[in-house]
């Protein structure tokens, strides 16, 4: 059998040594241990008071130690080192405070530099907003002016605007009218949609932007050519600028569920993801539940189920329900 070592579960090789010793010579005394495990005595000591105090060993009236079951001795392990992680992984997400703590010390000069980045590689671009979605907590913003979606740009972009969704960060994208002549571009907006992006079309736009949480914008260096590369920008002066023009091209731009009918809906004009939400509010208790098994956040899914009730022209859940059954819907 191949031997695993209890380190993943926070006990030193001598620690564990010192217990597995107990396990194969249960209640004997301490004496000579440290020269089995050809260790210092007081190493050896300090061990065993360690294991003591984890529950791994027990004192006896005879002087003696004995070891705990293993099936004991693990859990207790494995219940404390999830706490430990637990609590690390709770530092770790209150750490962003460290960020304007950190700029403080930042050099005025060395901070001016750092406030535009210039990138001129499409790699880098492309890396970067892909780091930029991967961490983005709050909202995506975008302006988009392509007439088509290749497949292996939804390829692409599908991981990490699905996970974006799933975590509840908004989504929401402006985008050419003339890109909705292309099926493929459609299908995907529309699964986008499905899941809780908002999403509209615009007779004619030139800008390109993304925004993300709205602290960092990403903007062509030249609009005409994209290839000369992108400016990644968190100076709050330019950022607030780049956020008031996508708020003005998005005011004027239509939504895309008034331009484009689905001619796969349902009866009633509902799609897919809209039938499933339904079913699922008609016999699932919790809203945390019927989002885990749809696989959207729980925000998006309340949003499909207040479109529901007002669709239906319902009061609450049980009259949509109701209202559905008696449509034939569900």
Known sequence: MVSTSMRVLGLSDLEEGVYRHFLRNPDTTDGGIHLLLRADREAVARAQELLCELGLLYPTDRKTLIPADPAIAVDRLTDLRLRQLHQELQ????????????????SPTLASQQAVERIEEVAKIRSRI??????????ILSVEPYTALTPENIEHSRPLDMRCLRRGVRIRSVVLKEALTDPLTVSYLRELIARGAQIRAADDICERMLVYDRRTALVP??????????LVAQETGLVSSILALFEKIWGQATDLSSIVADADDAPGGLADTEREVLRSMCH???DE?????????????????????????????PHAALLARERGWI
């Not at 530092?91 to 930042?106: C, D, G, I, K, N």
């Not at 892909?130 to 909202?139: S, Y």
């Not at 260096?221 to 992108?230: K, L």
């Open 91 to 106: 530092e770790v997400t209150r750490s962003r405070h460290l960020v304007a703590e950190l700029r403080e010390e930042q």
């Open 221 to 230: 260096i030249d609009p005409e050519d994209t290839s000369r590369g992108a």
């Open 130 to 139: 892909d780091d930029l979605a991967f961490f983005a907590r709050e909202e």
């Open 284 to 286: 699932v208790g919790k």
């Open 289 to 317: 539940i019927g989002a885990r098994q749809l696989g959207m956040s729980v925000r998006t899914y309340r949003r499909h189920v207040a479109d529901l009730l007002r669709v239906l022209g319902a009061s609450s859940r």
